[in-house]
């Protein structure tokens, strides 16, 4: 019975990892090696990453927030807390496009959220 190496499968798997390794810098696109270990790492960073980037936006969309009602003589806390007791639900991404794109609306939720504390 023929021997079977399994070099086409060995090929195959090297190769997909140099494509994922596809324009890094020096060794680490070429050699298989160094390429599976930084592909291994690039993708622990991208894991965290999307995780991370979760946060980064939520703490942008305060900010914005906090800056608009600033503006409108009260701060973010109690505008979050005033919006709860007046049965307002909207989530900090939309509150933070109101914020940016419609002053007016804005400035009428913070009336809201006073007269509800």
Same mark, same amino acid.
């Given at each position: 019975?023929?021997?079977? %190496? /399994? ?5 195959? =798997?090297?190769? *997909? $990892?140099? #494509?994922? +390794? %596809? /324009? ?5 696109? =070429?050699?298989? *090696? $160094?390429? #599976?270990? +930084? ?13 991370? #980037? ?15 009602? #600033? ?47």
């Amino acid at each position: 019975m023929a021997r079977v %190496k /399994g070099a086409l499968a060995t090929r195959k =798997r090297r190769n *997909k $990892t140099l #494509k994922l +390794a %596809k /324009g890094y810098w020096g060794g680490k696109s =070429r050699l298989f *090696k $160094t390429a #599976k270990e +930084a592909v291994w790492k690039s993708g622990q960073y991208a894991y965290i990453s999307r995780r991370l #980037k979760k946060r980064d936006f939520r703490r942008l969309w305060i900010t914005r927030i906090s800056a608009a009602c #600033k503006l409108n003589n009260m701060n973010y806390s109690t505008f979050i807390n005033g919006l709860k007791k007046a049965d307002v639900v909207l989530n900090r991404k939309m509150l933070s496009e109101i914020a940016i794109n419609d002053p007016a609306a804005f400035r009428s939720l913070c009336d809201r959220a006073r007269a509800a504390l």
